[in-house]
């Protein structure tokens, strides 16, 4: 097993929808994803605790499915024209097989590559097992003391508008509150990968660090190109270009 530790900082405001139990008079639109939690006034977590306080969370499901997809875009295993939409499988015949299979080993087959286990059963079983398992992250102890201590804002609301072509003005009904995650917040961020037996540890290990680089250079959650969800990762040094060179040798030695 291996584990990646870092830091996710937020470099801009950051929006993952969260569900909302209805609208509220003078509310926000669209609400962040929100945990309620018990904590001490050092801002360490656990229910003996008196202070119940409602923080953001980023799940480790939008970072896994983020990562993925700008993995099989990056290896191009997307379709420019036929694709479908839908997440790579070890059905995909567009692209290289051997960076198909890295993905669907490190991230879980998709449903339609499921549907193989009939026509290609120990295929199906050399990759079914899937080797990264992405954490929920939540905010440092160190940020949530701060905002105990009334140093910082957990959330933040951003008016967004529509704006009439021919006037200039906002459409009527076009202003909305668009909730956000303030930037500078910092989450413990955690992956671990499983290895098996024949398993190459260090393709899988640097495929994660590129996806992760790549995220950097996109946007996580809504609202990417108006700004929202860049992001850093604490703790990985290697840049794309060498990352890049390191997976294409791993992956010509299998």
């Known amino acids: 097993m291996i584990t990646i530790d870092s830091k996710l900082t937020l470099v801009t405001g950051l929006h993952i929808g969260g569900a909302d139990d209805g609208m509220k008079i003078g509310g926000v639109d669209s609400p962040v994803m929100k945990r309620e939690v018990f904590c001490d006034d050092n801002g360490e977590v656990g229910f003996g605790h008196k202070r119940k306080i409602e923080e953001p969370y980023i799940a480790g499901s939008s970072l896994k499915g983020k990562v993925r997809t700008l993995l099989e875009h990056y290896f191009r295993l997307i379709h420019p024209i036929k694709g479908d939409g839908k997440p790579i499988g070890s059905n ?20 339609d590559g499921r549907n193989l286990r009939t026509k290609n059963k120990e295929k199906i079983e050399k990759i079914e097992v899937t080797r990264a398992v992405f954490r929920d992250c939540f905010i440092t102890q160190e940020v949530r003391k701060a905002y105990l201590n009334n140093q910082i804002n957990l959330f933040e609301s951003k008016y967004e508008n529509v704006i009439d072509r021919k006037t200039g003005t906002t459409i009527a009904g076009g202003l909305r509150q668009i909730e956000r995650v303030p930037s500078a917040i910092e989450f413990d961020f955690t992956i671990n990968i499983r290895v098996f037996k024949d398993d190459n540890e260090a393709l899988l290990k640097n495929t994660i660090f590129l996806g992760l680089k790549l995220l950097e250079l996109d946007a996580l959650g809504g609202n990417g190109s108006r700004g929202y969800g860049r992001v850093r990762f604490d703790n990985i040094s290697d840049e794309i270009k060498e990352l890049d060179e390191k997976i294409k040798n791993e992956i010509n030695q299998n």
Do not use: C, P, W
Request: hydrophobic share 30%; net charge negative; charged share 30%.
């Open 92 to 111: 995909n015949q567009y692209g290289d097989e051997k960076y198909r299979d890295l993905i669907v080993s490190l991230f879980g087959d998709s449903a």
